[in-house]
């Protein structure tokens, strides 16, 4: 019997602490489960319409369209100065630190920021924006999980045991030994 991929989307703004845990969560947890974890960044403001991450946002879809093997680390160092280090993510200096922190070098980092106002990205942003409201979304994260020719959508990064129980995994807490071995 051959099996469906087992695709599952995070749609995320960095701006939501919430997001973070469930992003760090299925990325400690795509290779244990065997997923194909999709990476969505949307912005939060499109959703719940009071949000100030757009530019961090924007980068973010800029970085995937052109980087996408980057995207889970700048992610990563955005949450990091906002959520941790309590540092601004709006202004292009601090993107541009959080690219760069990430391993992205200067002149490339650079050169993904002008890309932030260009049709190209915004219309990729509007669209994954539009892709998680047509899910129902009415906040962030939100996780999609496609299994065996059904959608299911979960809200909340408290949601992770569910998500365990739809691939018929199992879960093993926010830190799986496998992670907790290299921290």
Known sequence: METLP?????FYDVLSPYAWLGFEVLCRYKNI???????????????????????????????????PEMLEKVSRELWMRV??????????????????KAGIPTEQ??????????????????????????????GLPITVAHLDGQTHMLFGSDRMELLAHLLGEKWMGPVPPAVNARL
């Open 33 to 67: 489960w065997n997923i194909n974890l999709q990476l969505r960044p949307s912005f939060l403001a499109g959703v719940m319409k009071d949000s100030g991450s757009l530019s961090a946002m924007r980068f973010l879809t800029a970085v995937n369209l052109e980087h």
């Open 83 to 100: 959520w941790s280090r309590d540092e601004d993510i709006t202004e292009p200096q601090s993107i541009l630190a959080a690219a760069e």
């Open 109 to 138: 980092a650079q050169g993904l920021l002008e890309k932030i106002s260009t049709p190209k990205v915004k219309s990729q942003l509007r669209e994954t924006t539009e892709a998680v409201c047509k899910y129902g979304a009415f």
């Open 6 to 10: 087992r695709n599952v989307e995070l």
